[in-house]
């Protein structure tokens, strides 16, 4: 049956030949990151993934924007399992990958000048959305005289231009120090809030996850399957203030519980 959701992966699964040693002997092994691992994101929904480090939440991100494929399972954009997924999602790694030679405007440009857009309408748009992202000002700036959280907030903005309706962010914050991550997620809310694109984010962050999140999927260890979901009943908009609350404690013991902690 066809789903009329922005992505939906089916039983996924996936695993990868590593170079290994026995007894002596220089060799190969099956390393399995992903199995039957199967999830949805609704239009205009923020959905969490969180799991042990190294289960193969990034290879989940590499499948379900086209940079691989899966040994198992499909890959469903808007129903199509057929459809070409490389190109029609938005994704931002895990470094923000600016060009250092390249001035904040161009890099933020990047996505409209490789898929053909007129140029002078983009760099219109962009100048139009600088305040939001925090870098008015700063347009000039080569990425070494950026500060991290205005890196990160230039690499959003790069993959907001392309204009999808889906974004995938990998672990965006997860090289900012405490402070600067604080900040850096309740300027996401609000960014989301204005474009309300449908998202899908990991981190490693309990809290995190809840303060974002509409659904959170909890992923085992490697090889990674789907061990609970769940819905993320909280008001918004949301504030930090969240953080103490009971009903938040509650959904930070469930993820905790789930995760074997």
């Not at 480090?53 to 499909?74: Q, V, Y």
């Not at 140029?119 to 962009?126: G, I, T, V």
């Not at 930070?252 to 789930?258: C, E, G, K, V």
Request: proline share 5%; hydrophobic share 45%.
């Amino acid at each position: 049956m066809s789903s009329p959701w922005p992505i939906e992966l089916r039983q996924v699964s996936k695993s990868f030949r590593v170079a290994a040693r026995q007894r002596g002997r220089r060799g190969n092994r099956i390393v399995q990151a992903l199995q039957d691992v199967s999830l949805f994101v609704r239009a205009h929904e923020f959905v969490t993934l969180i799991g042990p480090s190294g289960c193969g939440k990034s290879t989940l991100l590499n499948i379900a924007c086209g940079l691989m494929e899966p040994d198992g399972g499909e890959v469903l954009l808007h129903g199509d399992p057929a459809a070409q997924r490389l190109g029609q999602v938005g994704y931002m790694p895990q470094r923000d990958l600016l060009l250092p030679w390249r001035r904040l405007l161009g890099n933020i440009i990047l996505a409209p000048e490789v898929m053909g857009r007129d140029l002078d309408q983009a760099r219109q748009e962009a100048r139009q959305l600088l305040p939001l992202f925090g870098l008015e000002g700063f347009e000039e700036s080569y990425p070494s005289e950026l500060s991290g959280g205005m890196r990160q907030r230039a690499a959003l903005m790069r993959t907001v231009m392309a204009q999808q309706e889906l974004l995938l962010l990998d672990e965006p914050f997860g090289a900012l120090d405490a402070l600067t991550r604080r900040t850096m997620r309740t300027w996401l809310l609000q960014v989301w809030a204005r474009f309300r694109q449908s998202l899908l984010f990991i981190t490693h962050d309990v809290d995190e996850a809840i303060l974002l999140s509409d659904r959170i999927y909890v992923l085992s260890a490697r090889p990674a399957t789907i061990v609970r979901e769940l819905c993320v009943d909280l008001p918004r908009p949301r504030q930090e203030s969240l953080v103490a609350g009971s009903a938040f404690a509650a959904y930070r013991r469930d993820i905790l519980r789930a995760l074997g902690i």
